[in-house]
Structure formats: C-alpha cells, structure tokens
C-alpha cells in the first residue's frame, strides 16, 4: 500500500483502528527493539513502546508528511527513550551513563537477553560513545537504518551521520582489542 494512503487511513475515523492495528504489527517490533538499544532493560522497553505509541496515536493528526511515517515514529521512540533514561537516572540520583552501565551489568541475569560475555562487552563499548554516537551506531549496525532515514529521525545531516558513525567505529574497535 502506499505510504500516502495508508497515512489517509490512519487519519479516517472510519479506518483508523484497522489502519493503525496495521501500523502496530508492521512496527511494533523494530520499535521495540530501537527503544530497548537505548533503554537496555526489557520491562523499559515494554513501557516506553507502549507510550511511544500512544503519543503516535493521539499525534496523528499533526503528522504532515514531510518525513516518511517511519522516521516519525522512530523520532517519537527515541525521544520517549532519551527522555525515560533521563528521568530514570535523576530519580535514582546517577548519571546517564552510570544508570546505562548498571543496566548492561544487569543483562547477564535478563531472561531477555540471550547475549554472551563479547556481546556484554560491546554494549559497554558502546556506553562509553557520546550519546549521539551510541544512537547512531545502534541505529545504523543493529537496525540498519539507511543515513537518509536516520537523518530525518534525528535531524542531523548525513554527511555528520556518517562521520559518528565512522568515529563511533573506531572507538568501538579500540575498545574491544584492549584488555
């Protein structure tokens, strides 16, 4: 279906809940698995999704197709994401990374996570990147999300994409081969 139409059928109250029962099963899991890359722990992840796509719900009538419906909806997750990390390390009274490095030791006993020892220590390679760096690798490594795309989502040129991701690598890389 075209993306136009199938925006025309999220904003027709006659075709809504089946249109966005479609946009559910079409995005309900990369969503999901977008969020819990920044927000590591499976119930957060549950939680802020499940907001995430409220908030796309009760906005749809603002979206005005000047990005793809997808980068909306990334857009929206990702700030739902940031924003939950960040009321969740102030309520524990830590830092961001501090809360993130607490949650990536935490994996080994998430029933969630089916990851080994590397695989641990390049979630905490990838906690000691500036924020927007881990956005940008996790985006474009695990989700392979095209720059295009990515650029629309978090409003940042293509070009500066590519340099974090490249910047990103390479610290990645140095970390990994220490020890």
């Known amino acids: 279906m075209e993306e136009k139409e199938f925006i025309s059928q999220l904003l027709d109250p006659k075709t809504q809940n089946e249109a966005f029962k479609k946009l559910l099963i079409n995005y309900q899991k990369p969503i999901y ?8 722990k499976h119930d957060d992840a549950n939680d802020v999704a499940q907001n995430t796509f409220i908030k ?15 980068s909306w909806i990334y ?3 990702t700030n739902e994401a940031i924003t939950f990390i960040n009321s969740k390390a102030n309520r524990n009274g830590v ?10 030791d935490n994996l080994v006993a998430d029933a969630h996570f089916d990851g080994d020892l590397i695989q641990i220590k390049l979630q905490k390679a990838i906690l000691s990147l500036p924020e ?13 999300i095209k720059y295009t795309d990515m650029s629309e989502i978090l409003d ?4 500066a994409l590519k340099a974090s991701y490249f910047h990103a690598v ?10």
């Open 95 to 104: 830092s961001n990374d501090e809360l993130k490095s607490k949650l990536v």
């Open 156 to 159: 940042t040129s293509v070009g």
């Open 132 to 144: 927007k760096q881990q956005l940008v690798f996790k985006m474009k490594y695990f989700e392979e």
């Open 33 to 40: 698995n977008h969020i819990r890359s920044i927000v590591i």
């Open 56 to 70: 796309v719900f009760q906005h749809l009538n603002k979206f005005k197709g000047e990005s793809k419906l997808f």
């Open 75 to 77: 857009r929206i997750a």
């Open 170 to 179: 390479k610290k990645i890389e140095a970390y990994m081969i220490k020890d």
